[in-house]
């Protein structure tokens, strides 16, 4: 008569096969994942270049600004004539990039750039090394 040993438990193969599996999931998900969240700061930075090109041009118009006029992001957030500190402007606070950038207003007739953004198209969303 034969004993059979009840053996419980996984064999070293089987584990390997398991940590491989993970493994190629993470390799493909990995890659997926930073791409999407490179692209929102992207669509962030757009979003908040939009709406500094918004107030800047209704600032010119109010102001009867032409062309060329230079405006602050100060001007934007506070225009003259407003209650100081109040939030009576065109953005209630200063956007912050995504990305750790900077924003520039630009003149009057421009569109406003961020730092990190590429210089040919300041709408593009920009992509991080």
Known sequence: MMKYSAR???????IMIVVAIIGIII??????FL???ENSRGQACQENLSKIDGAKEQYALEFRLSN???VTMAQLIDPPGA???NKEGY???EPKCPSSGT???NPIGTNP????GSSNAPFTPHVLP
């Open 83 to 85: 209650t100081p500190g």
């Open 27 to 32: 390799a493909i998900a990995v890659p997926a």
């Open 8 to 14: 419980k438990g996984f064999t070293l193969v089987e």
């Open 68 to 70: 060329g006029g230079t």
């Open 35 to 37: 791409r999407a969240r």
């Open 91 to 93: 953005l209630k606070a």
């Open 113 to 116: 750039t961020c730092s990190i």
């Open 103 to 105: 924003y520039t207003v």
